[in-house]
């Protein structure tokens, strides 16, 4: 069974003037959307990329980052997908440096989407 817990999003939220937000910074903030899945992260980083256009993915030390925008060096969402032993942990954060191309209410519905 899944489960969706929603975080609370901060008041406030740094914005970064003349550079691009580190991936560090955005690690360090309160996820918007941290959900278990019983999806594999594979299925869920096919269905955002059939579903959201300017994401990019990356894979590292077990987990798989997708960033989401359409700036080259902003992006509005760092998604975040760890395996588990019966399926995966998806924590979604909003970039402090958000380029706007996605809006909050169409990441929750896409998110929901592909992991249920």
């Not at 990329?49 to 080259?72: N, Y």
Request: glycine content about 8%; charged content about 15%.
């Amino acid at each position: 069974m899944n489960k969706l817990l929603l975080a609370a999003v901060p008041a406030t939220l740094a914005i970064a003037a003349c550079s691009s937000p580190n991936v560090q910074e955005v690690h360090s903030s309160e996820p918007m959307v941290f959900v278990q899945s019983a999806r594999a992260p594979g299925y869920i980083s096919s269905c955002l990329q059939s579903r959201i256009d300017g994401l990019r993915m990356s894979t590292g030390t077990g987990s798989t980052e997708l960033t989401v925008g359409h700036g080259a060096d902003n992006y509005a969402w760092l998604i975040t997908l760890i395996p588990s032993g019966n399926g995966s942990v998806v924590k979604v954060q909003k970039s402090p440096g958000d380029d706007g191309s996605v809006p909050e209410p169409e990441m929750r519905f896409d998110i929901a989407r592909c992991t249920t």
